[in-house]
């Protein structure tokens, strides 16, 4: 394997450790946290909001310096994303994510964050996620 | 450690994984499209993505052998919930190209227009479904 790409993949799993070590020191792992962000009506709990906060903060500068260079430091082009239209996919997607995001507490990243604690749950959840990933393509051909 | 400065800490920590992966890999680290793409992209792109998804399993279990503190209590949603939960954000973020990560963190920060709707249309909808979860329907 060339050097380059071992070292790419050495990248992702290091961003990965980085990634999933944030959600779990932030509580973003706690189900209750998540949902008791989401609950505006109850005892609201706004930890949600520093994780984003810090995260976005440090992306946002980060990006600003980095989108300036040609290429990224082990790759030839930066992958970004160029659509730009608001889409039916885009709306009916965001909401089917924000309620199962509701009923649970968990999304993506936090859910596999948390799959080490062995809960029942996660175990189900994670699976059931990825099945759900895979029905985006023939689900979104009836848009 | 007051739990708002673990998450800003934390926060600033999934931050700088969203830098060094478009640093280095020119990638944005959104979770859902990653995590998809290990199942459904060409075998040459596969490897990276298990790579990052497993590190998040591996960055998530760390805290926990440093202090019990960091262990929190298992979901409380009947097993039925769980399912249809994973279903809908599988399916959701797939259909919508993202999650919190990908378009609430990356792509707020490239400030994106079509992350910026997707990210309020998913608060949004959360915010509504607790509420019909924990007042109408009494969890």
Known sequence: ?143 | MHPFVLALIGGGLVGLAAVMMMGLKGRIAGVSGILSGAFTDSSGERLWRILFVLGIAIGGAIPELISDSFVPPAPDTSTLLVIIGGLTVGLGTGLGSGCTSGHGICGISRLSPRSMVATCTFMAAGFICVFLLKHVFGG
């Open chain 1, 1 to 143: 394997m060339p050097l380059q790409k071992k070292y790419r993949l050495l990248a992702s799993l290091a961003s990965g450790i980085v990634f999933g070590l944030g959600m779990a020191i932030s509580g973003m792992t706690n189900t209750d946290r998540v949902q008791g962000f989401l609950d505006l009506a109850g005892a609201w709990d706004p930890t949600l909001a520093f994780v984003m906060a810090g995260g976005m903060m440090v992306t946002f500068i980060g990006y600003k310096f980095i989108l300036k260079n040609p290429a990224p430091l082990l790759a030839d082009m930066f992958h970004v994303p160029t659509k730009t239209d608001i889409d039916k996919p885009l709306l009916v997607g965001a909401i089917l994510f924000g309620a199962g995001w509701g009923l649970v507490g968990y999304c993506p990243g936090p859910a596999i964050a948390g799959i080490s604690y062995g809960y029942l749950a996660t175990l189900i959840f994670v699976p059931t996620m990825i099945i759900g990933m895979l029905l985006a393509k023939p689900v979104s051909k009836i848009f």
